[in-house]
T-cell receptor, first 112, second 114 residues
Framework: NAGVTQTPKFRVLKTGQSMTLLCAQDMNHEYMYWYRQDPGMGLRLIHYSVGEGTTAKGEVPDGYNVSRLKKQNFLLGLESAAPSQTSVYFC???????????FGSGTRLTVV | GNSVTQMEGPVTLSEEAFLTINCTYTATGYPSLFWYVQYPGEGLQLLLK?????DKGSNKGFEATYRKETTSFHLEKGSVQVSDSAVYFC?????????????FGTGTQLKVEL
């Protein structure tokens, strides 16, 4: 009963470095999402996907790219990390009905 | 666009006190409403939900009623425990625009003391 698994859990990057966050779900959900959580701002949607091979921009997409090559995986990439991208990143998935999201446990990213 | 407004925290209560966390929303169409809870160091867990007007969601002693006339979904619990200390997020899904995207409030931190 893994649900949504995020890797890594913690990461420190230097400004300008790149990295990829991996999200995997085993519930056969169609939809997947990446959010960032910052103090006093709640969760903000970065990108989302409504199915394999599709992606769309959310509220705060700048500086990030995503890919959904397989239904169960949703990757979030930072091509050139900036201190403003220091945050906690959450992946989530949901069925088409949208009646409930399942969240991963988060990735804490620090850019120095 | 869609938006959710929650009361600011932190809210500090004594054990067995009554809890209310206010939540109001703006949305197109007829959204579904949710409360999520985040315990320290963990991800978000669904606490309760309501999908239409006058529905009451409930779970673990928490309740919230979908009030369309006041566009509100206030979270209540009659007697809080120390283990309820967490951050609570009100959220909505509006099916317009595709993707069933959740819109969150900023969260309310609850601290329950002995």
């Amino acid at each position: 009963n893994a649900g949504v698994t995020q890797t890594p859990k913690f990461r420190v990057l230097k400004t300008g470095q790149s990295m990829t966050l991996l999200c995997a779900q085993d519930m056969n959900h169609e939809y997947m999402y990446w959010y960032r959580q910052d103090p006093g701002m709640g969760l903000r949607l970065i990108h989302y996907s409504v199915g394999e091979g599709t992606t769309a921009k959310g509220e705060v997409p700048d500086g990030y790219n995503v890919s959904r090559l397989k239904k169960q995986n949703f990757l979030l990439g930072l091509e050139s990390a900036a201190p403003s991208q220091t945050s906690v990143y959450f992946c989530a998935s949901s069925p088409i009905t949208g009646n409930g999201y399942t969240f991963g446990s988060g990735t804490r990213l620090t850019v120095v | 666009g869609n938006s959710v407004t929650q009361m600011e925290g932190p809210v500090t209560l004594s054990e067995e006190a009554f809890l209310t966390i206010n939540c109001t929303y703006t949305a197109t169409g007829y959204p579904s409403l949710f409360w999520y809870v985040q315990y320290p160091g963990e991800g978000l867990q669904l606490l309760l939900k309501a999908t239409k007007a006058d529905d009451k969601g409930s779970n673990k002693g928490f309740e919230a009623t979908y009030r369309k006339e006041t566009t509100s979904f206030h979270l209540e619990k009659g007697s809080v425990q120390v283990s309820d200390s967490a951050v609570y997020f009100c959220a909505l899904i509006s099916l317009t625009g595709g993707g069933n995207k959740l819109t969150f409030g900023t969260g309310t931190q609850l601290k329950v003391e002995l």
